[in-house]
């Protein structure tokens, strides 16, 4: 176990050094960085005072090691857009998509395993056939367009429901249901597919031959086998939710850490933008980990892998 | 004599009959082509189906209802946008481009992921550990998040929005043409192929990949879908296809201003995108389930 952790943390590295590697280059995409900061109406004398400020003057090896140095110590500068620091800056809206992440993932949970269990009770029966429906339809509707339908019907029509902002759980509601939906689909198949190849197998035959309930049966001796697979994608589906949440949050100016990459990108604040990919790319990595262990932990055969 | 020669003629049935006779059983498939027709069809045929031009400008009729409510007019049977453009006309020219984005953007990604997902397979060792890292690193980024920044920093046209996409969407290529070349590498007829000297590139293109050209077909499908709910997620954040184009997500971002009084206005390209996407992953289940029936899941 102890060599599989190891192996898993050096790929976890090497991911994270890649990523930072790509993200630090992000910058230099646009070709002179201090040009995009000054605008278009900047003199060449501006431009090279910009290029002294920030350091873009410096050998690019340095210029990299010496954001990486920052980075690691949480350091990701100064936005060039609300001049305050990136770090602070993200860890104010980070609490919003947190929440909102594990809402949404909550939500999904509650709603795709109860549906994966009893369509996998009862092959091809109605719920079967509902829970295939739905699945199908989340996997086709655009997100964005699922949030703005539900805004027209229960902020404008019904007025049950604020249409935008952070204020209150109610602000919530919505955007939950639509970054949860956009994960259920896959939670549910496999909670089915998991609970169909767990309830032939002989251990549950047995239990029922033993005279344990239905109920029991189902729920102690199956599903407790069945839910594994369906935490660990959980885990992986976390990270894309985070990805995700920056249409969901700007459908709704739900003021997040997607908002910001939204806000960020639009007005060329590159080193938020730069901090915000490392950022969800960490959280997807981590997840992704968590999860590689959460496998090998159950089943002894992937460590050898 | 004659009924004991239909008897031992006929359970004969070719590959392709029994494909057909499965997939006129199967609903999902019989949908998805049959929306999917519409919506090649509305596209390849536009200038004939609406006779508006998608970007003539008409502000003595801004904001005209569609045809089913109160106040509509006839000449434009979807009604006309903030700027009097004509609804129906700007629909058929966006699902050309819907289906531009979907087709260039997932090929680009199926020769990426292919290649690097087929080299992996079949020489493992070294190069699948690299192509393994590749997949995880390219999963690893944001696809909405970065893709959005790269067209803000390079700027925004259609074919940029293809590009990136491309360029970002080869994870799944590879990570299923990685599998499924592992399975079939070990078989009798790779070997024998090797065995009388074939070249690799020969035993890859003519023996291996025949075998594995299904699975490409429903990857292929699946992120046409993809390429195509990131298009219209980035135009609607404003970062993609730019305005004037007709790209549903664009008018679905243009609605949103008249969310309050018109919300007919997205709720139309939106139900055309939803139906859109629909079709094209129910084709690519369709297909994975007539090609290989014990996959059905």
């Known amino acids: 176990m102890l060599n599989f952790v190891v192996k898993r943390l050096i790929l976890a590295a090497l991911v994270t050094s890649a990523v930072l590697l790509i993200s630090f280059s992000l910058l230099y995409l646009a070709g002179d960085p201090a040009a995009s900061i000054a605008g278009e109406s900047a003199s060449a ?114 007025n049950w429901l604020p249409a935008s902002g952070s204020e209150t759980w109610m602000h919530f509601v919505m955007p939950t249901i639509v970054l949860g939906y956009y994960a259920m689909p896959a939670i549910m198949r496999l909670t089915r597919a998991g609970m169909l190849e767990v309830l032939g197998a002989d251990y549950i035959r047995t239990a029922r031959a033993k005279g344990a309930g239905p109920a029991r049966v189902v729920v102690k001796h199956a599903l407790r086998n069945a839910v594994v697979p369906v935490v660990s994608l959980a885990a992986v589906q976390m990270g894309f939710m985070l990805g995700g949440s920056i249409v969901v949050e700007t459908v709704f100016a739900l003021h997040g850490a997607g908002f910001l990459a939204w806000e960020s990108i639009s007005r060329n604040d590159l080193p938020t933008v730069q901090a915000l990919i490392l950022i969800f790319s960490c959280f997807y990595i981590a997840f992704t980990f968590l999860s590689d262990l959460l496998n090998a932990w159950i089943d002894p055969r992937i460590r050898i892998g | 004599m004659s009924t004991t020669q239909t008897a031992t003629e006929l359970p004969v049935e070719t590959y392709l009959g ?71 006309a700007r629909l058929l020219y966006g699902a050309r481009i819907s289906l531009f984005i979907g087709i260039v953007a997932a090929s680009i990604s199926c020769v990426i992921g292919t290649t690097l997902g087929v080299a992996a397979g079949y020489f493992g060792g070294r190069v699948d550990l690299v192509v393994t890292f590749l997949v995880n690193v390219r999963l690893a980024m944001p696809v909405v998040l970065v893709s959005l920044a790269v067209v803000a920093i390079l700027g925004g046209s259609l074919n940029m929005v293809v590009g990136v996409l491309g360029l970002l969407l080869w994870d799944r290529f590879a990570v299923v043409m990685r599998a499924s070349v592992m399975q079939v590498r070990g078989l009798e007829y790779v070997n024998a192929a090797k065995s009388i000297g074939c070249s690799t590139l020969r035993i890859v293109l003519s023996e291996i990949m025949p075998n594995i050209v299904n699975n ?25 296809v730019q ?18 009084f018109e919300p007919w206005m997205i709720a139309i390209p939106g139900a055309c995108l939803f139906a859109l996407v629909l079709a094209i992953n129910l084709l690519g289940d369709g297909l994975r389930d007539i090609t290989a029936p014990e996959n059905r899941g």
């Open chain 2, 216 to 240: 490409l077909i429903v990857v292929m499908t699946l992120e046409m879908a993809h390429a195509i709910l990131l298009e219209a997620a980035l135009s609607f954040l404003g970062l993609g």
């Open chain 1, 45 to 158: 004398a501006d431009i090279q005072k910009i290029r002294e400020l920030y350091g873009f003057d410096r050998p690019m090896l340095v210029q990299f090691f010496d954001w990486l140095w920052h980075a690691l110590q949480g350091d990701f500068g100064q936005s060039y857009f609300f001049k305050m620091p990136v770090a602070d800056l993200i860890a104010d809206r980070m609490t919003v998509t947190l929440t909102l992440g594990v809402s949404g993932m909550l939500f999904a949970l509650v709603t795709a395993v109860p549906l994966g269990v009893i369509a996998a009770l009862r092959p091809n029966s109605m719920i079967d056939r509902f829970a295939l429906f739905l699945s199908v339809m989340g996997q086709a509707l655009p997100s964005f367009w699922f949030g703005l339908m539900m805004v027209v019907l229960f902020a404008v029509r019904l």
């Open chain 2, 243 to 260: 305005p004037p184009t007709p790209s549903w997500g664009l008018m679905i971002s243009e609605g949103k201003q008249m969310l309050l």
């Open chain 2, 18 to 88: 029994q494909l057909c006779r499965r997939a006129f059983g199967h609903r999902g498939l019989m949908f998805g082509i049959v929306v999917l027709g519409v919506v090649i069809f509305a596209a390849i045929f536009a200038p004939l189906l609406s006779a508006h031009d998608p970007y003539q400008q008409d502000l003595l009729a801004r904001m005209k209802p569609p045809f089913w409510m109160e106040g509509s007019d006839l000449a434009h049977p979807l009604g006309t946008d903030f700027l009097g453009r004509d609804y129906l």
